[in-house]
């Protein structure tokens, strides 16, 4: 018998109604088209039903690779314009327009041979990967007969960079990720956030399977706490040492195992008690400091925790 690929012991509940509140409120705000950044499985999420739960609101959806796009099926799920911001996967334009998916392109070989599909301009702006330099611009957008033009723009600079690159021409814009969301002149004629349509739209819970009143250090590491409780959840499904939340109290994750770990508890705790690894009591942005990482990168190990449930 195989093992189920996913862990049992964890529940990665995924709240929609949540996203669409948050994209609603980046929509009013911004009043330009929003392209729903859905690659990597809406980080974690999942593209079908983040896409589905989102096809009346988004103007578009960006993936990294056409292969999400068709493995999600957007094109038929959604109705809406697609945008594959990676390096293109395939030289063939019908791989592309097949699905409805636009490339991202960022060199004069990729414009003339992708030039039927539609193809987006990847300029660069300061990322300096899969982006057109600037003195190549001109010609790449002639021989794509391009349309459309973005960069990668964590900081104003970057936006407005782009709007002197292509200024002039009646292409659309877009540059703003979820970092320039604060910064109205960075929207220009699309904004593209990923991170913060998931925000507080994530609970990831388990159970505690074991308490224990110590009896001195425990575990690999020899940890000293006066009680410790234990979850069935390791870094073999992403988690790391930081913060959960018990009964509304913040603890720590004090020892993470393979696929076992030990989390600091109350007197009050009891077996069966919820442990919240994501949510309430234990916020995406506090875990990504603990674990000196983005908050991008714990969604996508935490999400890859347990089963999905949505609501
Ligand atoms: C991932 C990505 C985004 C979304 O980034 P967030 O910081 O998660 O909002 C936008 N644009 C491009 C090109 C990306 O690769």
Known sequence: MRLPAQNPFVTVRVNL????ENF???AAKVKVPVLA????????????????ALRDLADGFCVFALQEAVNAELWHRTGKPILALGPPSSMDPADFVRHAVNPAISTLEQAVLLKAARP????DTGMQRFTCPAEQLQAVIKAADAKEAFTHGTRLEHATRLAELVNGRSMRRHAAASALLDEPQSWLDAVRPGIALYHNAVEVVTTLVEVHDSTGPA????F????HGVILVGYSHGLRKGICSINGATRKVLEVGMQSSFVEVGDDDRVGDTVTLLGSGAQLEDIAKLWGASPQEVLMSLTRAGRHEYE
Not at 120 to 123: G, L, N, R, S, T
Not at 219 to 222: E, L, Q, V
Request: proline content about 3%; aromatic content about 6%.
């Open 224 to 227: 000293v706490a006066p009680r």
């Open 37 to 52: 950044v859905v690659k990597a499985n809406a980080y974690g999420l999942g593209a079908e039903e983040v896409a589905v």
């Open 17 to 20: 109604a949540q996203i669409r």
């Open 120 to 123: 987006a301009v990847c300029v």
């Open 219 to 222: 575990g690999y590491t020899g």
């Open 24 to 26: 609603r409120a980046i």
